[in-house]
């Protein structure tokens, strides 16, 4: 999660493993995300990444399959932020910073029922 994004970052009470191609990276900070929630905050990363699921319970969200193969997400006042897709996630640019959604019908059958656990309990 790009840093100016957030407010209010702070210790976490446990730390998270985040699995990547390219190794495992511990998570220790947590952050305010204006108008969604608190994320976490790996200083080394490169994208935010959002859960579709916990974005759907704040704004509504639409997929559009023909027009623009898109999620779009309408926020308050009707502003839209566009979700384009890439090779295997959607994003959304903001000028330097990008945000990631994937669902978790993508990645759940990439993990055991006992990895999947206990991610879950570390949230």
Not at 95 to 102: G, I, K, Q, R
């Amino acid at each position: 999660m790009s840093k100016k994004l957030l407010k209010n970052i702070h210790d976490a009470k446990k730390s998270l493993s985040l699995h990547f191609n390219a190794g495992i990276a511990t998570v220790r900070k947590v952050g305010d995300l204006p108008g969604y929630s608190s994320v976490c905050f790996y200083e080394d990363g490169i994208a935010n990444v959002l859960s579709l699921d916990n974005v759907k319970k704040k704004y509504h969200v639409t997929y559009d399959s023909t027009a623009c193969d898109c999620f779009e997400l309408q926020k308050e006042g009707g502003t839209k932020h566009v979700f384009k897709p890439s090779k295997r996630l959607f994003y959304l640019s903001l000028s330097n910073d990008v945000a990631l959604v994937t669902t978790v019908e993508d990645k759940i059958n990439k993990y055991t029922v006992r990895e999947y656990s206990y991610t879950k309990k570390r949230m």
